[in-house]
């Protein structure tokens, strides 16, 4: 008896296996199909690029929600991780930050109708708090928190204020980034990138210069 149920368990193990491996190509195929098409793209063409039908799409995701927040854990995922490589480039507080606002724009820019497709917010009917684009913002400010927590701790102050400042710091960012991208890019990306190193850099430095300076 034992030994049928554990042939089932690894029976039940691939299949599990072989149907994640088939989401994630979906995810792939859906990227491809946004890069082809834009931000508005249908199922059908979703379902051409990954070579098969919308019937076999919808059988590994319910509904067109389901897959754009499949999507969307894609593209939160690899831009924080980039952040993370970025920022651990350097020890020096405000090269870590202009490192960080730099990947992001530079995240953004390198695919507009992606960013415009997961921006776009979940589909009508599907609740937003279970779309990880929705978390986004809140991934990339613990990002952020972690750079001004150093920040601080080098200056011998308490960190307490690293997580609101953090958070407000990406805020600030991303709400810059929209506005540029809506503009139709009016600046280059690395002078947008200096300009909010600066602004960001002047109010951070302005809060932890180190206890003995004031002295």
Not at 23 to 31: C, F, G, N, P
Not at 154 to 172: F, N
Request: hydrophobic share 45%; aromatic share 6%.
């Amino acid at each position: 008896m034992k030994s049928e149920t554990s042939r089932r368990d690894r029976r039940d193990s691939r299949w599990d296996e072989h149907r994640r491996a088939r989401r994630e190509q979906l995810v792939d195929a859906t990227i491809t199909a946004v890069g082809r098409h834009g931000a508005g793209v249908g199922m059908e063409e979703i379902a051409t690029a990954a070579g098969t039908s919308k019937a076999v799409v919808y059988r590994h995701f319910a509904d067109r929600s389901e897959l754009h927040v499949a999507v969307c854990a894609r593209v939160a995922a690899n831009l924080t991780d980039r952040l993370r490589e970025a920022m651990d480039t350097t020890t020096d507080p405000r090269q870590m930050l202009t490192a960080a606002v730099e990947t992001y724009l530079a995240f953004l820019e390198a695919d507009l109708e992606l960013y415009r497709f997961v921006v776009q917010g979940p589909p009508v009917g599907h609740p937003a708090d279970s779309d990880p684009i929705a978390n986004l913002s809140h991934l990339v400010g613990d990002q952020a928190a972690a750079l001004v927590a150093v920040v601080l701790e080098q200056a011998g102050r308490d960190p307490a204020a690293a997580r609101p400042w953090g958070h407000g710091l990406v805020g600030l960012v991303r709400s810059a980034a929209d506005w540029w991208l809506q503009a139709d890019r009016p600046m280059p990306r690395v002078e947008l990138a200096a300009h909010l190193t600066d602004l960001t850099w002047a109010g951070l430095s302005g809060v932890v210069t180190r206890k003995e300076d004031n002295a």
